[in-house]
């Protein structure tokens, strides 16, 4: 296991999945099922979201984080727990890390009327006003990765053996949020021991990153080491959350993964990346599928919990609520 945060030579991961989402369910839901179950990760091309909308998308992005402090700071949402607007670089932390990840984020969430059942649940975005097209193009986006995601869970269903659209109802109206990450250059003063996103596990259903192509993202293996996700350009990283490893029972596994700090020129630019959590309904019952019962994994908690309960409880262990 490698055990110095800032080395980014990790093994590749070779063994990963990578898989065209343009072929039906049926066709990839063996491969991506191994590849959750062995890895938590696996790659999917051809996922059907615009590379125009994508371009638009790193553009406002990069727009947004280049503003001013000041007015950045200006659509922080105090008491929002980091669920909509701006989260200051500095802010979050992994669990059980002592030290703060380098990087700042914007969070974009679903938008309920007022009189849905599920509103409560969920925040209101805001939009910053400097930043031309923003809500329009960022809405569009977040709408193509939800396209996505659900085809990526009607895999994953078959895989369990489960009707093709289980996944359906369990995600409408779900709590997903779609952030945008700017991991600014590497200064003389960061933390020591801080690198860009420490290791963590993931607390949503699936999660779905765009921008992953640059050298960083590391997975720890079963055996303890850490191994580089290679991603080709404009393919999606796919990896399981906590949510559906407890709702598996650990058939699929959350695996711990990190973004570790890039050495040389690499270290003096930015690194953007936009990760999409999908969440289940936040009244949606987590508790383990019976067909998964017979090989739990006796370090999963198996007890049953809502998946608005089990947010809150994670969202306070990193610091954001």
Request: with cysteine.
């Amino acid at each position: 296991m490698t055990d110095n945060k800032n080395d980014t030579a990790g093994r590749t991961t070779a063994g990963i999945a990578s898989v065209s989402l343009a072929k039906p369910p049926e066709a990839i839901a063996g491969e991506l099922g191994h590849s959750f179950a062995e890895y938590g990760f696996a790659v999917v091309r051809d996922h059907g979201i615009s590379p125009d909308l994508i371009a638009r998308a790193e553009a406002k992005s990069k727009e947004f984080f280049a503003l001013p402090d000041d007015v950045k700071r200006s659509y922080k949402i105090e008491g929002g727990g980091g669920a909509r607007g701006y989260t200051p670089f500095g802010t979050e932390k992994a669990k059980d890390a002592d030290i703060f990840d380098l990087k700042e984020f914007w969070h974009i969430g679903r938008s309920l009327g007022e009189d849905h059942p599920l509103a409560k649940y969920m925040a209101p975005n805001v939009w910053p006003e400097e930043v031309e097209s923003f809500r329009d193009t960022f809405s569009a986006l977040y709408s193509a990765f939800e396209e996505a995601g659900g085809r990526v869970l009607e895999a994953i269903a078959l895989h369990l053996g489960l009707d093709q659209k289980y996944f359906e109802p369990t995600v409408k109206d779900g709590n997903s949020v779609m952030r945008l990450l700017h991991y600014p250059p590497l200064g003389p003063d960061a933390p020591e021991g801080a690198i860009r996103a420490a290791a963590h596990g993931d607390i949503n259903t699936i999660t779905l990153l765009l921008g992953a192509e640059e050298a960083g993202l590391e997975l720890l293996s079963k055996s303890g080491e850490w191994l580089a996700v290679d991603v080709p350009e404009g393919a999606l990283v796919i990896n399981v959350g906590d949510m559906l490893e407890r709702l598996t029972a650990g058939t699929l596994r959350s695996t711990t993964h990190r973004v570790v700090n890039p050495r040389g020129e690499a270290a003096r630019r930015s690194r953007y990346s936009m990760p999409f959590f999908l969440h289940f309904r936040p009244d949606f019952l987590i508790e383990p599928l019976p067909s998964c019962l017979p090989n739990a994994d006796p370090g999963v908690d198996l007890e049953p919990i809502t998946a608005h309960e089990f947010l809150q409880q994670r969202l306070r262990e990193i610091n954001l609520a």
